[in-house]
């Protein structure tokens, strides 16, 4: 009951609460005003370049929307995606073959997601926190790994086949993202385990006492962080067929920006992968646009910043007014 004499302050509609919704209605709008611009923007050639970019970006969202979910975040992506590209490159240029090169990569990915969930689920210190320090460590053990100078190597053609090949007229990422995004949409709304990570980021002690070992629903969540950054790093090599230092630091803010973005409560509990999905393509499109006009990448970065920042505010007070 509220107490008397206190201000009630209005809460969101419910129809602005659809963030999934208002996500596809603002990419109509943004793609149409695009073209408006620059009726290149509704080429197929155009549209085709854009879903294999927005492909990269999904692909990390999708690890991203489970963890946000449970209420945490993984600033790890950027060093994660880059070292395990680049240690790929290097066990190709020792003579490993792809698939164990690429192997690794993933298991690499996958165990520095883990290695998150160690410092957020059993030392209970924030993932903000956490994984910004894994990646500062990251960046330092490729440094020391490659000696400040990545790899020389040429590209195996299976990886650049996954980057940049088409099949049936489609970008193999594309192809490999609607794989992995239905995927993830079935766990998430079809699993148990997709219910324990809404359970987390609703109210984690009600599910402790329901018999649910949290710790488990963070490892499955980083962990899947992990891969989903290393499979892009693979894919993003491919795609420029080399490997570089700062690879992934393209790639700290966008994805966080699209699942957000598409209506994934940045608090946990409530979201999805379908407005992640528009929301990846949401800042691709607007990245083109920001570039046609010619705004650079310190203006980019403002510009998604401040979305986030709104989005923060929003759903943060939302949760306050609901709790």
């Known amino acids: 009951m509220a107490l008397t004499g206190t201000r009630q302050w209005p809460t969101v509609p419910a129809w602005l609460r659809q963030g999934v919704v208002i996500s596809y209605v603002l990419l109509i709008v943004l793609f149409v005003v695009a073209a408006l ?3 290149h923007y509704a080429s197929w050639a155009n549209v085709r370049n854009l879903l294999q970019i927005g492909a990269f970006i999904g692909i990390i969202a999708i690890g991203q929307t489970m963890v946000i979910i ?13 070292f395990s590209a680049i240690l790929m490159a290097t066990l190709c240029s020792q003579g490993y073959s792809t698939p164990v090169a690429m192997g690794a990569a993933l298991l690499s990915g996958t165990l520095v997601g883990m290695f998150n969930c160690i410092g957020t689920a059993i030392f209970r210190i924030h993932s903000l926190v956490w994984t910004l320090g894994m990646n500062a460590f990251l960046e330092g053990v490729t440094l020391v790994y490659t000696h400040a100078q990545p790899p020389k190597v040429e590209i195996p053609s299976l990886v650049r086949t996954l980057g940049s090949g088409t099949l049936a007229g489609m970008p193999v990422p594309l192809l490999l993202w609607i794989v992995l995004g239905g995927i993830a949409l079935l766990v998430l709304h079809r699993s148990r385990f997709g219910r324990y990570l809404y359970a987390t980021g609703n109210n984690e002690a009600a599910l402790f006492l ?17 891969l989903c950054a290393a499979i892009a790093g693979i894919l993003l090599t491919g795609y420029s067929s080399q490997t570089y230092l700062g690879m992934g630091n393209d790639y700290l803010l966008v994805p966080i920006a699209a699942v957000i973005i598409g209506g994934t409560n940045i608090m946990g509990g409530a979201g999805g992968y379908l407005g992640s999905i528009s929301g990846s393509l949401i800042v691709v499109l607007l990245q083109s646009v920001l570039s046609t006009i010619q705004i650079q990448q310190a203006g980019k970065n403002i510009v998604f910043g401040v979305i986030i920042i ?3 505010l929003l759903y943060g007070r939302e949760k306050r007014l609901s709790g």
Do not use: C, E, K, M
Request: aromatic share 8%; hydrophobic share 40%.
């Open 310 to 312: 709104l989005l923060l």
């Open 37 to 39: 611009i620059n009726p």
């Open 70 to 82: 449970t209420g945490q975040i993984d600033l790890s992506v950027p060093w994660n995606l880059t």
């Open 210 to 226: 329901s018999g649910v070992d949290s710790r488990r629903v963070y490892l499955g969540a980083f962990a899947t962080s992990g």
